[in-house]
């Protein structure tokens, strides 16, 4: 069956533009899972969703991140005003359980020029 | 916090030799244990994962064993392949609500 998707794939943002990142997670997941990707390091948790509800933000490095999961399956994750310093790869993840067998996207590498 | 070290950083081996990686974790109420696997370009992929109620779990080559005393786990892959060659990421988790931990990963080199 179809996986975890991710879109756009790659994106270049020049500094102070807002950039938006989309998540479509296994069909009847419940949980979902974003997670930030420095180069050369493991993935660093960002936020997570129990249905529609933001259950812990607490990965979240600034206020000029938000995510939101308004309908319980696709999720977004914005970035405000983005610094080079948020240049990383963003792991979407999803589960059907309360989040240990987690399932992830392809990621989408952001590059902030 | 929980804090992850993962062991080592890089590992080279022979094909058909065995690979061990290791991590160890700070929080004892921890109590899940999965493995990642992940090519370039591509998100981590589920490879194995073991609970605390058990202290070893093998999937055909590849193996976790978990001592929780000592809060350490460790991956053991044998007969190792050319397409074994990824990042490996250990990760902790099952003390808030599914949020995990991962360590910074084992770049894996298997030469044919």
């Given at each position: 069956?179809?996986?975890?998707?991710?879109?756009?794939?790659?994106?270049?943002a020049?500094?102070?533009?807002?950039?938006?990142?989309?998540?479509?997670?296994i069909?009847?997941?419940?949980?979902?899972?974003?997670?930030?990707?420095?180069?050369?390091?493991g993935?660093e948790?960002?936020?997570y969703?129990?249905n529609?509800?933001?259950l812990?933000?607490?990965?979240?490095?600034s206020?000029?991140?938000?995510?939101?999961?308004?309908e319980?399956?696709?999720?977004?994750?914005?970035?405000?005003?983005?610094?080079q310093?948020?240049?990383?790869?963003?792991?979407c993840?999803?589960?059907?359980d309360?989040?240990e067998t987690?399932?992830?996207?392809?990621?989408?590498?952001?590059?902030?020029? | 916090?929980?804090?992850?070290?993962?062991?080592?950083?890089?590992?080279?081996?022979q094909?058909?030799?065995s690979?061990?990686?290791?991590?160890?974790?700070?929080?004892?109420?921890?109590?899940?244990?999965?493995w990642?696997?992940?090519?370039l370009?591509?998100?981590?992929?589920?490879i194995?994962?073991?609970?605390?109620?058990?202290?070893?779990k093998?999937?055909?080559?590849?193996?976790?064993?978990?001592n929780?005393?000592?809060?350490?786990?460790?991956?053991?892959?044998?007969?190792?392949?050319?397409?074994?060659?990824?990042?490996?990421?250990?990760?902790?988790?099952?003390?808030?609500?599914?949020?995990?931990?991962f360590?910074?990963?084992?770049?894996l080199?298997?030469?044919?």
């Amino acid at each position: 069956g179809a996986g975890v998707s991710q879109s756009p794939r790659y994106k270049v943002a020049k500094r102070g533009q807002d950039v938006a990142l989309r998540c479509d997670p296994i069909s009847g997941h419940v949980s979902l899972f974003w997670y930030q990707q420095a180069l050369g390091q493991g993935p660093e948790f960002l936020t997570y969703f129990q249905n529609e509800a933001q259950l812990d933000k607490s990965g979240l490095p600034s206020d000029r991140f938000f995510a939101e999961r308004p309908e319980g399956s696709v999720s977004t994750l914005k970035i405000q005003r983005t610094q080079q310093e948020d240049s990383a790869v963003y792991l979407c993840a999803s589960s059907s359980d309360r989040g240990e067998t987690q399932y992830f996207g392809p990621g989408t590498r952001l590059l902030v020029l | 916090g929980e804090n992850v070290e993962q062991h080592p950083s890089t590992l080279s081996v022979q094909e058909g030799d065995s690979a061990v990686i290791k991590c160890t974790y700070s929080d004892s109420a921890s109590n899940y244990f999965p493995w990642y696997k992940q090519e370039l370009g591509k998100g981590p992929q589920l490879i194995i994962d073991i609970r605390s109620n058990v202290g070893e779990k093998k999937d055909q080559r590849i193996a976790v064993t978990l001592n929780k005393t000592a809060k350490h786990f460790s991956l053991h892959i044998t007969e190792t392949q050319p397409e074994d060659s990824a990042v490996y990421f250990c990760a902790v988790g099952g003390t808030n609500a599914g949020k995990s931990t991962f360590g910074d990963g084992t770049t894996l080199t298997v030469k044919p």
